[in-house]
T-cell receptor
Framework: AQKVTQAQTEISVVEKEDVTLDCVYE???????LFWYKQPPSGELVFLIR??????QNEISGRYSWNFQKSTSSFNFTITASQVVDSAVYFC????????????????FGKGTKLSVIP | SQTIHQWPATLVQPVGSPLSLECTVE??????LYWYRQAAGRGLQLLFY??????ISSEVPQNLSASRPQDRQFILSSKKLLLSDSGFYLC???????????FGPGTRLLVL
């Protein structure tokens, strides 16, 4: 069964500091997708990124960057020069692409990391 | 562009009362639809998903049920609420089961 572990429950940083959120996953499949979502205090989950298991290139989007390493089954998320608006709970998630036979391509979420950026 | 709506935004219900939460998607056809629950703290639990009208799959046995009466409408129901049903309910949609899920604004349910 697939599993996502976000070992950091809560992180606090001072504004403008860089912060990395860790995500480690387990899957039996060779083809899968990894995701990051942001949940601000309002509650809505905001999609940030989706990566295919065959694409290990790191990605940068503004102050956000993602480091995908299959060798360590990790998909870490770094925020550079953090801002107060980055305060939220961040979820890492995994979706196995191969049909499991159970009738569902389940999206498995980690328990989330609560990031607090202090002004 | 696609948008997803949920209502109500907040709901306070007594134990034993019925429940009906609604989710609608605009701007797409034949979406896959999902209901998740997030209990106090965090952690999302998939409750139901649907690949088409009238097709519902349940992931967690409980006193909740789901229905999809129209292509872009997904309803979460209960005949009698329990205290443990309190939580944040999120609806999501995707083009198909392999694609990214996009979430609605959620409904906060408090059962007293």
């Amino acid at each position: 069964a697939q599993k996502v572990t976000q070992a950091q429950t809560e992180i606090s940083v001072v504004e403008k500091e860089d912060v990395t959120l860790d995500c480690v996953y387990e899957t039996r499949d060779t083809t899968y997708y990894l995701f990051w979502y942001k949940q601000p205090p309002s509650g809505e989950l905001v999609f940030l990124i989706r990566r295919n298991s065959f694409d290990e290139q790191n990605e940068i989007s503004g102050r956000y960057s993602w480091n995908f390493q299959k060798s360590t089954s990790s998909f870490n998320f770094t925020i550079t020069a953090s801002q107060v608006v980055d305060s939220a709970v961040y979820f890492c998630a995994l979706s196995e692409v191969e049909y499991s036979g159970a009738g569902s391509y389940q999206l498995t979420f980690g328990k989330g990391t609560k990031l607090s950026v202090i002004p | 562009s696609q948008t997803i709506h949920q209502w109500p935004a907040t709901l306070v219900q007594p134990v034993g009362s019925p429940l009906s939460l609604e989710c609608t998607v605009e701007g797409t056809s034949n979406p896959n639809l999902y209901w998740y629950r997030q209990a106090a703290g965090r952690g999302l639990q998939l409750l139901f998903y649907s690949v088409g009208i009238g097709q519902i799959s349940s992931e967690v046995p409980q006193n909740l049920s789901a229905s999809r009466p129209q292509d872009r409408q997904f309803i979460l129901s209960s005949k009698k609420l329990l205290l443990s049903d309190s939580g944040f309910y999120l609806c999501a949609w995707s083009v198909d089961q392999k694609e990214t899920q996009y979430f609605g604004p959620g409904t906060r349910l408090l059962v007293l």
